[in-house]
């Protein structure tokens, strides 16, 4: 089994709040998501991986732009998790964060949902 596996993306949001998104992924554990405000606010959400049940990519086309978006799909819970709140990162920067929730689930099947 891996080590724990961390990605950052730094952004400037329009008003200056958010400045930090991350993941950091526990294969036996879970996935960490963490969201660092200019304030110094720093919001965490666990998520067990017995209670991932997929992690998505989508593609979200508007008039002015297209963009990609990393969600997981959480047993018991009606929408999905957005990994990056604010900041938009490129597929190029999704796909391997995607391979390695996708891998890390994988490893945890078998187990019961809580």
């Not at 593609?59 to 959480?74: A, D, F, R």
């Not at 920067?93 to 949902?113: D, F, R, Y």
Request: proline share 6%; aromatic share 10%; charged share 15%.
């Amino acid at each position: 089994m891996g080590g724990v596996l961390f990605f950052s993306c730094s952004v400037t949001h329009f008003f200056g709040l958010c400045v930090t998104e991350s993941v950091i992924i526990f294969p036996a554990f879970g996935v960490q998501i963490e969201t660092q405000y200019q304030s110094g606010r720093i919001v965490r959400r666990f998520v067990p991986t017995c209670k991932i049940l997929k992690p998505v990519l989508n593609e979200c086309v508007t008039p002015i732009t297209c963009y990609w978006t990393l969600s997981l799909t959480i047993h018991g819970e009606d929408d999905l998790l957005l990994v990056f709140k604010v900041s938009r990162p490129s597929a190029k920067i999704l796909v391997p964060i995607w391979k390695a929730l996708c891998a890390c689930v994988e490893c945890g099947e078998g187990k019961e949902p809580v």
